[in-house]
């Protein structure tokens, strides 16, 4: 009622005028009710047209872009026009709070390592994340609207939007055949969709190697095995000879140290794999090491070979003693076992001018031809698999090596040609190489 109040008060005023007025000229009677009443018409007149001039601006105000605040007086318009400004803003805030949430849930799936699509009831795009983008061969922002059978179009994937029964995933042969997808598509709301993609090529292939992994030991396990059960069986059913018995029981101890290196080496990889990686603050001397790696090999090269080793001073790499020591002696075993008797090997160390290190095994043996240098470190690789077998070699040493330098921030680095022996050079970042303090 406040802003009615002051409207009658001004028409009342101008009404009192009007009498005052007629009552002072002196025309008496019925002429000062008809001023009184002018007076009262007059009085209410201005009041509307101030008020139309106030709506007015306040109109002028709403249609603008709303970037000055709202005319202010204390009447009725100003007091609308206040409450108007109020409702504008909570509703703008609300709106960007809502905005914001928005665009912190897309920003949070696009974080995401697999890649989500949605879609409208029409299998359009209404929204991918980037990684979704990269498994279809997408664009996030020129193929929204578009329908995703358009621009897939794999067959196995029509197949599976089309089937309208997606409780199953589907498997989807990606960057040209060379990776695999794992597909989902959950329903949701009215007729959408959700679309979930994964690249699960590593896993597959981890899966494969681990099948061959298994296969691979089975065999290596079963020959030994098939060819001891044959002398057992030799053993309890024909009548040999003492020399024979001594033969056999000779071959026998030899099948039985194979598999027994096999297993050893075995244990060595599953407990690389498992353990923590090694300290680098565990500072390990190279002398007594390269002393303990050359008596093992002048052991098992008796002789037949010219050993070699550097003076290392007080050089000391950081570390696990036990993992350096097995993957030098892994290097110098294969460099006595595969290089020919007379044959030249030598044991060197090497500190970089940017402090990074480097333990080289290299020998004047037969080589390795070029194609197979890659495919060294792999479990069970052998270029020559019955010269390995014969030397006692269980195909797994260069890739417990390989791991030992994995686990030590470093690198093996193989460099052979045919005829012109090898050199396997362990290289330790420089964080990992000191002098002794
Ligand atoms: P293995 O137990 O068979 O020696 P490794 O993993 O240690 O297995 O080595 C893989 C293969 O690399 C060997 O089978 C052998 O053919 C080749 N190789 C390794 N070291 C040498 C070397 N010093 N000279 C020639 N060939 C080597």
Redesign the pocket.
Known sequence: MNWFLPRMLAAALMAAVGAIIGTAIGWGGDTVLVLAVLGAALGASVSAFADRIRGYKLMRWLRSDRAQPAPRDTSFWGELGYRMERALILSQRETERERQQTKDFLTAIEASPNGVLLMDKYDQIEWCNGVAADHFGLDPRRDVQQRITNLVRDPAFVAYMQQGDWEGGLSLSARGGRGTLSVLIRPYGAGKKLLLSQDVTEGLRNEAMRRDFVANVSHEIRTPLTVLSGFVESLTTLKLSEAERTLVLARMREQTARMQALVA?LLTLAQLEGSPRPSPDNWVPLAPLFDRVVAEAQALSAGRHILHADDVGLSEIAGQGTELQSAVG??L???V???PEGGRIDLRWQQRADGSGLIV?Q?N????GRE?LSR??E???????S???D???????????KHVMQRHGGEIDIE?ELGQ??A?KLVFPAARVRQTP
């Open positions: 080496d892994n290097l075993s294969n460099a076992r595969y290089t095994v020998d043996g037969p080589g390795i197979h060294l470190t479990r069970f690789y052998r270029v020559d698999g010269r390995s077998r030397t006692g070699g269980t195909g797994l040493g260069l890739s417990i090596v052979s022996g090898s396997f």
